[in-house]
């Protein structure tokens, strides 16, 4: 039973929590899991991070994270780095017997031609994995020169495609990028255009900062997707979605 | 016996620093204790983050504080959301049985007459819990519409009452909000208000950033209470305090 | 074996990486080694945060970190604090007792004749410790006030007196400090005079932000010596060195 349990109402979550690991230690994620386990679902290890863990260790991260029902996965540009190096089936190999169970499909730091992406998701899929692609660049200035009704056609062909989920991207940063501007802010138009033309259940908004992540609770509601969460605000981001801090209190 | 001791001053510090807990694992928790527990003595589960745990390790960690003297209690917003469904009784209760052995009151986020407050106040003393009480608003628009004037008076009539201690809010950001402006900098005029009306000790200043610890610790001397402090920062805070940091080295 | 690592190139890093530790709890580094510790090769207790620890556990502290073969030493504040008692001799004693096998000579925060200076890093020398020694003020006015000829002429100085790496300073903030401005981006003049006149392998920039850990790399190379690297980034750090994030993919 959780502590002071008759001040809550029930929820029955129903929303995606995306968390960003940059590489913290086997004991830190399984005390970590201990409190935050119940309340995030997916995984990242962030960008290219996976391989410069001994494959025992991620082997044993990534059972930790299964016990608490949170699905893991190497960052999209691991993925771009695999696919420039025409290594796509090695490296579903891997990342299965490494004990992965899901993966991120992404063009951020690379060209890939629609008919690859496409290839690339239905391999993904047949094998087993659960499906996020990603929309957005990771260069400021290329991001920038992405239209928002392009955004939302990639998006549409990937949910077409069967992706299981499409992440806006924002970085570890979230400013100057995607539905963000240089200062975090969301940027209203961009914003809508996307919202009013994908179903909400199928879009993670990756909102790093506690701004981002309050602006698209109050927007859409508690059980908005959110992703690129740092391992220290998973608390933090759950009290928020429950109008347990002073931000969002009496407002969700 | 401490190492370099011979390079220190004998200190005794009898001066309050309050660190946010938000959401730290146990052993990572214990661990930290080890190097930290001499350096501060009051400890806050950040606003409603308390009603996330399993009881049995909210419990737990209150017990591993205790070890070190420092006392543990929910953030302000619980009280608040107990008072707004009227269980406070309740959540004194629940509060004592989980092994907090303070209070916060305050009224951040809600309206709370001060008739109320001060039931609450009485209530909190007799039940034995250490008191802190809280002056300010979480909300940045509300908080600018209060006067130093009212916050010092609020401040005298919750020690006449018997608080404790009370805290002069500043969130986890520390910008915008109390003493402080938009770029964390202290409010000079705000500052000295309440300052030139309050006894030192009966104030807790929350100063989450690090030129905000320097500039109290060289305003108001090494023995400042200070509060909000991340759990990465105590030690640097110590040294602060001590002048073994090149921003009050030879000030303090 | 790593995982992944068909993916990656051979590489033999020779650069140095410089980790801060803040006050990191014996269990938690212990952790975060197993994934972390082929990563960097330098370690400093922040400024005078050495003291705070119990002899014990600063000794198991550096045990631990020699196991990955990581040279540990004091910040060169607690130097400056032991120079100015005329306590040097005690200093290294007790650095030796305690395990460190590195020390920095810094005069960031106190007035030291460039005798005395010199005097220092020849006993340093003598008593068989690795020697950094730091370049820059830690106060921003004074630091400003340093032309970067001034740095240039006493970093030969110092090499000339046999210092194994020169640091340039830049705090744990990187802000308006040493080669970077008010943004925490690099004055192209001030680093150029630096980076033309000294030979790259002898120094270490410290970059405690990523914009700067990128610019840097870019700049002189995978292999270019950072410094004053958080403990949550070595590993981010490392991904950057090899292309394996989006700022360096296919630039390194």
Chains 1, 2, 3 share one sequence.
Not at 85 to 104: M, P, S, V
Not at 162 to 170: H, M, N, R, T, W
Request: hydrophobic share 30%; net charge negative.
């Amino acid at each position: 039973m959780k502590a002071f349990n008759f001040l809550l109402k029930d929820t029955k979550g129903k929303s995606n929590t995306m968390v960003l690991d940059k590489g913290q230690g086997y004991q830190t994620t399984k005390d970590m899991l201990e409190i935050t386990g119940d309340y995030f679902n997916l995984l990242k290890y962030g960008w290219g991070t996976s391989t410069l863990y001994k494959r025992d260790i991620i082997k044993d991260k990534n059972e930790l994270y299964h016990q608490y029902d949170i699905k893991t996965y190497p960052g999209g540009t691991l993925f771009e780095i695999a696919n420039k190096q025409d290594k796509i089936d090695e490296y579903l190999q891997e990342a299965d017997k490494l004990g992965f169970n899901a993966i991120e499909i992404s063009d951020g730091s690379t060209y890939i031609s629609l008919e690859k992406r496409q290839e690339a998701i239905t391999k993904v899929k047949e094998q087993g994995f659960y499906l996020l692609t990603e929309v957005g660049k990771k260069d400021l200035k290329k991001d920038s020169e992405l239209k928002s009704e392009d955004r939302v056609k990639l998006i549409q062909t990937d949910l077409d495609n069967k992706s299981d989920l499409v992440i806006v991207e924002a970085r570890e940063s979230g400013k100057n990028i995607g539905i963000f501007d240089e200062k975090g802010n969301i940027k209203e138009d961009d914003f809508e255009t996307i919202n009013k033309n994908i179903p909400q259940n199928k879009i993670l908004w990756e909102a790093p900062q506690k701004n981002q992540q309050i602006d698209l609770i109050l927007k859409l509601g508690a059980d908005v997707n959110l992703g690129n969460i740092n391992v220290n605000d998973i608390i933090s981001l759950e009290t928020l979605r429950r109008g347990l801090r002073g931000d969002t209190l009496g407002k969700v």
